[in-house]
């Protein structure tokens, strides 16, 4: 099978939950089949990226983000019907390059990641392209409305009413339609989308290989990416108000905010005694290897959290809020602890730093869970089902 695979974001380093999930898609795809990836690159010093991505890909090209020009055709394009992300990525280089790529590797699938890059394709006559949302964007926007200062709130709320009708509206242009939670699919048909598949997210493989046992250090983590609007919300969140009530628990714990772009809102959490702001990392094993538990109080994430998905299966306890456990089919008490307010929040995680049997036995159905329902080569078998559904070549 041949894939033409479109994103946004150039997927290295896998540092933020795009890049993350179209690096180990693509590793998972090129096992068997041949991909192409067309991305964009914001960075002119891709070198490394380039060497993973092409030993992975049967040809990686590339478009240069002149992000000073994206800026000012999302800022002009306001008053446009179109989210300010959609004028953000527009490219006329880039329409060329899907055009071109089409036409001379007659891909089996085009495979697009994130609704922004839907523009690309829409005048192309393609009989199976599959559009991954992987999220409702209008969902979490809406979510993220009652923590948004006063004078963001209006300009968000005219961005979500425009992702809303711009995802409906490119929905029909499909074949297929893939978002990660049952959440999310509700929202988007609900909204008057066709049909929209769940399909499975995966995670890196090597992390069932960590011991469970014991956590020995009374450290608690929170990773993410750091620039992103819902987890600087739950690291603001974490550190200023459920991390005083962990500390009046446990004294001697510590608290770790890693992940890669910290904003100024974050980096000033490193003065709070106790707390620790690590920034980018080059291998996230070490950090599941000291954490005692994965605190991830996302408060309007939607869809499949990442950073949950992995410290369940690197064998790390994990509490969280209701919605990303619910996206995640993980129970309180059973998987995983749930608590919905600072109060609850800091008792389960001080619990989790305390050990003891039960947790232990919740971070080993945890990591079952995460083996036995989330792996890449679901998504894979999708694609080969659809592209096996018409033996015609585009």
Same mark, same amino acid.
């Given at each position: 099978?041949?894939?033409?695979?479109?994103?946004?974001?150039? #997927?290295? %380093?896998?540092?933020?939950?795009?890049?993350? !999930?179209?690096?180990?898609?693509?590793?998972?795809?090129?096992?068997?089949?041949?991909?192409?990836?067309?991305?964009?690159?914001?960075? #002119?010093?891709?070198?490394?990226? $380039?060497?993973?991505?092409?030993? /992975?890909?049967?040809?990686?090209? !590339?478009?240069? /983000?002149?992000?000073?020009?994206?800026?000012?055709? *999302?800022?002009?394009?306001?008053?446009?019907?179109?989210?300010?992300?959609?004028?953000?990525?527009?490219?006329?280089? $880039?329409?060329?390059?899907?055009?071109?790529?089409?036409?001379?590797?007659? #891909?089996?699938?085009?495979?697009?990641?994130?609704?922004?890059? *839907?523009?690309?394709?829409?005048?192309?006559?393609?009989?199976?392209?599959?559009?991954?949302?992987?999220?409702?964007? *209008?969902?979490?926007?809406?979510?993220?409305? @009652?923590?948004?200062?006063?004078?963001?709130?209006?300009?968000?709320?005219?961005?979500?009413?425009?992702? *809303?009708?711009?995802?409906?509206?490119?929905? +029909?242009?499909?074949?297929?339609?893939?978002?990660?939670?049952?959440?999310?699919?509700?929202?988007?048909?609900?909204?008057?989308? @066709?049909?929209?598949?769940?399909?499975?997210?995966?995670?890196?493989?090597?992390?069932?290989?960590? @011991?469970?046992?014991?956590?020995?250090?009374?450290?608690?983590?929170?990773?993410?990416?750091?620039?992103?609007?819902?987890?600087?919300?739950?690291?603001?969140?974490?550190?200023?108000?459920?991390?005083?009530?962990?500390?009046?628990?446990? #004294?001697?714990? !510590?608290?770790?905010?890693?992940?890669?772009?910290?904003?100024?809102?974050?980096?000033?959490?490193?003065?709070?005694?106790?707390?620790?702001? !690590?920034? %980018?990392?080059?291998?996230?094993? +070490?950090?599941?290897?000291?954490?005692?538990? /994965?605190?991830? +109080?996302?408060?309007?994430?939607?869809?499949?959290?990442?950073?949950?998905?992995?410290? $369940?299966?690197?064998?790390?306890?994990?509490?969280?809020? @209701?919605?990303?456990?619910?996206?995640?089919?993980?129970?309180?008490?059973?998987?995983?602890?749930?608590?919905?307010?600072?109060?609850?929040?800091?008792?389960?995680?001080?619990?989790? /730093?305390?050990?003891?049997?039960?947790?232990?036995?919740?971070?080993?159905?945890?990591?079952?869970?995460?083996?036995?329902?989330?792996?890449?080569?679901?998504?894979?078998?999708?694609?080969? $089902?659809?592209?096996?559904?018409?033996?015609?070549? %585009?």
């Amino acid at each position: 099978m041949k894939v033409l695979y479109l994103s946004a974001r150039f #997927p290295w %380093p896998p540092h933020r939950g795009d890049r993350l !999930t179209g690096y180990h898609l693509i590793r998972a795809l090129s096992r068997e089949h041949d991909v192409t990836l067309a991305s964009f690159v914001d960075s #002119p010093n891709v070198n490394d990226g $380039m060497r993973e991505l092409s030993a /992975l890909c049967r040809s990686v090209r !590339t478009v240069q /983000l002149a992000r000073a020009r994206s800026w000012i055709q *999302a800022w002009a394009g306001l008053l446009n019907r179109e989210p300010s992300q959609v004028s953000f990525y527009r490219s006329a280089a $880039m329409q060329r390059l899907v055009h071109e790529l089409v036409a001379a590797e007659r #891909p089996d699938v085009v495979f697009v990641q994130l609704f922004r890059m *839907a523009q690309f394709v829409r005048d192309v006559d393609h009989p199976r392209k599959v559009l991954f949302y992987a999220d409702s964007l *209008a969902l979490s926007l809406q979510r993220s409305l @009652p923590y948004q200062p006063w004078y963001r709130g209006h300009a968000v709320e005219w961005e979500r009413r425009r992702v *809303a009708a711009y995802e409906q509206r490119v929905a +029909p242009e499909f074949a297929e339609r893939w978002v990660l939670s049952e959440v999310d699919r509700q929202d988007l048909e609900a909204r008057g989308c @066709p049909p929209v598949a769940v399909i499975q997210h995966g995670v890196d493989e090597r992390l069932f290989a960590l @011991p469970i046992a014991p956590r020995t250090e009374p450290r608690v983590t929170f990773l993410g990416n750091l620039s992103v609007p819902h987890n600087v919300d739950a690291a603001v969140y974490l550190a200023r108000e459920i991390w005083p009530r962990i500390r009046a628990l446990r #004294p001697d714990a !510590t608290l770790e905010l890693a992940g890669a772009d910290p904003v100024p809102a974050v980096r000033s959490l490193g003065s709070i005694e106790g707390v620790r702001v !690590t920034g %980018p990392l080059p291998s996230l094993i +070490p950090v599941w290897e000291r954490s005692g538990v /994965l605190l991830a +109080p996302l408060r309007y994430s939607t869809g499949i959290q990442n950073k949950v998905l992995e410290a $369940m299966a690197a064998g790390v306890p994990v509490v969280t809020t @209701p919605q990303a456990a619910e996206a995640i089919g993980a129970r309180d008490r059973v998987e995983v602890r749930v608590g919905a307010d600072p109060q609850t929040l800091a008792a389960a995680a001080a619990e989790a /730093l305390q050990g003891g049997s039960e947790a232990l036995e919740r971070v080993k159905r945890a990591r079952e869970l995460v083996r036995s329902r989330f792996t890449w080569s679901a998504l894979v078998r999708r694609l080969e $089902m659809l592209a096996g559904t018409n033996s015609d070549r %585009p």
